[in-house]
């Protein structure tokens, strides 16, 4: 059993950087490969990045990427998204995952999902 929350979000102006963050609770934390997903108004939930078990093998969207950093310390139990240059099109309610399944892209029905942290980017 995993619960998570997100920290981090905020209003910042394009161009800016923020760093969100995932605790995990459990000592299994270390064993589940990472996403960080987004959902904007109106719009389905997507991708956004995820990081393997180990922090060996990193995921990112085509939108994000050179702009976003995805990271984790097991010791912690914590996953992070380093994002930078954020623009308009970023801002949304950003969600940490848990997954073990198959496809890095789409978590299965097992996934966990943290509560959300909003991110907004003025123009």
């Known amino acids: 059993q995993v619960q998570l929350v997100e920290s981090g979000g905020g209003l910042v102006q394009a161009g800016g950087s923020l760093r969100l963050s995932c605790a995990a609770s459990?000592?299994?934390?270390?064993?589940?490969?990472m996403g960080w997903f987004r959902q904007a108004p109106g719009k389905e939930r997507e991708f956004v990045a995820a990081?393997?078990?180990?922090?060996?093998?990193?995921y990112y969207a085509d939108s994000v990427k050179g702009r976003f950093t995805i990271s984790r310390d097991n010791a912690k139990r914590t996953v992070y998204l380093q994002m930078s240059n954020l623009k308009p099109e970023d801002t949304a309610i950003y969600y940490c995952?848990?997954?073990?399944?198959?496809?890095?892209?789409?978590?299965?029905?097992?996934?966990?999902w943290g509560q959300g942290t909003q991110v907004t980017v003025s123009s």
């Open positions: 995952n848990a997954n073990r399944g198959l496809d890095v892209y789409r978590p299965d029905e097992y996934a966990y």
């Open positions: 459990g000592r299994t934390f270390s064993t589940y490969r």
């Open positions: 990081i393997s078990w180990n922090g060996g093998t990193t």
